[in-house]
């Protein structure tokens, strides 16, 4: 049988957390064959470290075979020891009268630290999916806080972004969710991203043509998937937690075990393509393979894409500056 393999977690109490973790042990993330060493992560206070004692129980108690061993840290330089995969997930939400630079300041300082636990003592070839907002800023964060590790190891979470905008296609045309290939989404993770169906295809025939419906794409659907977030918070009084974990699961899944061709969306570091800035953390399509990523390249962006890739890219430039300072 395989070796396990080590998986941090930070913010393993929160809500996100709750739906993650117990799909990881059960192997719905690296596959039912592969052992793993939950290494969780809270903030030192006493009440969050004894909600994580409480998950861990819930955890023992599910017996999962391949759950091969657990630990609680309040330190990433502990938490993050060895570690293979690394899902960062706690971060610091936007409290009553904070402004957006607070904000940035407070996830600065938080992914500042755990860049440098996981330059320190994570392994080499750690993956590293960052979950917390403002997730594709904290993930270039942690990746400049790391310089020893490979830059392309850090990636932020745009899938969550990706599932939502496939399963409005799927409403839209009345076919399964599973049949559409090629679907895209571009930039930040914040509801200036662009989903882009231009390529998507069903059984073959083109997405676009199928729906031939600009007036839609612009004032429905994709507002719809930007604000999706926040229609969850809404009805939910809570934000999306199982879809997003579930989001996580799917990225980190197919990062290591490959998607066979598919085209996937990633939060990764630009090297140049599209014109989008050398390290920017930008949602790409992408295909993976034998736990490596591959930016799709050579894709036409007409007008109405490049105006929506350089709002969104204008966003995530903006935040980019605004921590420059604290690297
Ligand atoms: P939550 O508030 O329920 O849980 C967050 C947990 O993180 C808390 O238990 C907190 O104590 C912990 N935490 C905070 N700072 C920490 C640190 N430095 N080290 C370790 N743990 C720390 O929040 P929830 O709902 O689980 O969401 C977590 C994050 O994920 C939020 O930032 C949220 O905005 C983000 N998110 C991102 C999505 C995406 O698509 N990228 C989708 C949905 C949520």
């Not at 995969?85 to 939400?93: H, K």
């Not at 719809?224 to 977030?229: C, H, N, S």
């Amino acid at each position: 049988s395989k070796k396990p393999v080590r998986v941090a977690v930070t913010g393993a109490a929160g809500q996100i957390g709750y739906a993650l973790l117990f799909r990881i042990a059960s192997g719905e993330m690296l596959g039912k064959d592969q052992p793993v060493i939950l290494q969780l992560l809270e903030i030192p206070d006493e009440k969050a470290q004894k909600a994580l004692k409480g998950v861990m129980m819930e955890l023992e108690d599910c017996a999962f075979p391949l759950l091969a061993g657990m630990e609680a840290h309040g330190d990433p330089m502990t938490g993050f020891k060895d570690t293979d995969y690394a899902l960062l997930v706690g971060a610091r939400p936007r409290g009553p009268g904070m402004e957006r630079a607070d904000l940035l300041a407070a996830n600065a300082q938080i992914f500042t630290a755990q860049g440098k636990a996981l330059n320190a003592v994570a392994s080499r070839d750690v993956k590293v999916l960052v979950v917390g907002n403002p997730a594709n800023t904290n993930a270039y964060i942690a990746m400049k806080s790391a310089p020893d590790l490979k830059r392309e190891n850090f990636t932020a979470m745009l899938r969550l972004d990706h599932n939502r905008a496939a399963s409005q296609i799927a409403a839209k045309t009345g076919k399964p969710v599973a049949s559409i290939r090629k679907l895209a989404v571009w930039g930040n993770h914040s509801p200036t991203m662009y989903a882009d169906y231009r390529f998507a295809t069903i059984d073959g025939a083109s997405v676009k043509d199928m729906i031939n419906d600009q007036v839609w794409n612009k004032d429905v659907f994709l507002p719809t998937v930007g604000k999706r977030g926040a229609a969850i918070i809404e009805a939910r009084g809570l934000s999306s937690a199982a879809s997003a974990a579930n989001a996580a699961i799917d990225h980190m899944r197919d990062w290591a075990l490959g998607t066979n061709g598919e085209w996937v969306t990633m939060g990764v570091p630009s090297n140049g393509e599209y014109g989008i800035p050398k390290d920017v953390m930008f949602g790409f399509p992408v295909t993976t393979e034998g736990g490596q990523y591959k930016i799709v390249e050579g894709l036409p962006i007409d007008e109405f894409s490049q105006a929506c890739i350089d709002k969104t890219l204008a966003e995530l430039t903006g935040e980019q500056d605004g921590v420059k300072h604290l690297l």
